[in-house]
């Protein structure tokens, strides 16, 4: 199984699940940072997971791109979606709004993370606005068993839609 995992992160946190992603995935498994790679080649994946993470409302435009530019190559492969955000009530909003509606369909799994605001990488505005408390804020608790779920979802030979929203911290 050749599985490419396509992914942009800002302070990390998407990267360390894309990292937990791959590590519950067998066969050929390629990790593409679109910062890094931005024409990522995935002719030759039948499997490809996509995520990014929220900031602003948004998710980052590399990736927004990457689905819009790829999308007729994307609809003939199994695919996974997830965001990385601050979980709240528009949870399931900034999830529906990262991606176009036609892959959302198209897609196998979809999750939302828990991400978390890390206070030695935010800027002096970033922690103006924030405000987070330095001792809460440098832990990243990564909910294995959500990503277990997600991962497990997106191989499931008969799941025919996305899966509803996983948290990463239970
Ligand atoms: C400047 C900034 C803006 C953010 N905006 C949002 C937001 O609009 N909604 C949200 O749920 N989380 C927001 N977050 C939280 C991030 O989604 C969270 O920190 C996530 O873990 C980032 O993942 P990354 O390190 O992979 O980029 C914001 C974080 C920062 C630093």
Same mark, same amino acid.
């Given at each position: 199984?050749?599985?490419?995992?396509?992914?942009?992160?800002?302070?990390?946190?998407?990267?360390?699940?894309?990292?937990?992603?791959?590590?519950?995935?067998?066969?050929?498994?390629?990790?593409?940072?679109?910062?890094?790679?931005?024409?990522?080649?995935?002719?030759?994946?039948?499997?490809?997971?996509?995520?990014?993470?929220?900031?602003?409302?948004?998710?980052?435009?590399?990736?927004?791109?990457?689905?819009?530019?790829?999308?007729?190559?994307?609809?003939?492969?199994?695919?996974?979606?997830?965001?990385?955000?601050?979980?709240?009530?528009?949870?399931?909003?900034?999830? #529906?709004? @990262?991606?176009?509606?036609?892959?959302? *369909?198209?897609?196998?799994?979809? +999750? &939302?993370?828990?991400?978390?605001? =890390?206070?030695?990488?935010?800027?002096?505005?970033?922690?103006?606005?924030?405000?987070?408390?330095?001792?809460?804020?440098?832990?990243?608790?990564?909910? #294995?068993? @959500?990503?277990?779920?997600?991962?497990? *979802?997106?191989?499931?030979?008969? +799941? &025919?839609?996305?899966?509803?929203? =996983?948290?990463?911290?239970?």
């Amino acid at each position: 199984m050749k599985v490419a995992l396509i992914y942009m992160s800002r302070h990390g946190t998407t990267e360390k699940i894309i990292k937990h992603i791959a590590e519950q995935l067998t066969g050929e498994v390629q990790i593409f940072n679109l910062a890094d790679e931005k024409y990522p080649d995935i002719r030759n994946f039948s499997n490809i997971i996509i995520g990014g993470s929220i900031h602003y409302g948004s998710i980052q435009t590399e990736i927004r791109h990457f689905c819009k530019r790829n999308m007729h190559e994307l609809l003939e492969r199994r695919i996974g979606l997830f965001v990385c955000c601050l979980l709240s009530t528009r949870d399931s909003d900034q999830f #529906e709004r @990262a991606f176009p509606l036609v892959l959302k *369909a198209h897609s196998k799994a979809s +999750a &939302v993370f828990e991400g978390d605001l =890390i206070y030695n990488k935010l800027n002096a505005i970033e922690r103006l606005i924030f405000n987070p408390s330095k001792e809460e804020q440098d832990v990243i608790a990564i909910n #294995e068993s @959500a990503i277990k779920a997600f991962v497990s *979802a997106f191989l499931n030979e008969n +799941a &025919v839609a996305s899966t509803p929203y =996983i948290p990463l911290k239970s």
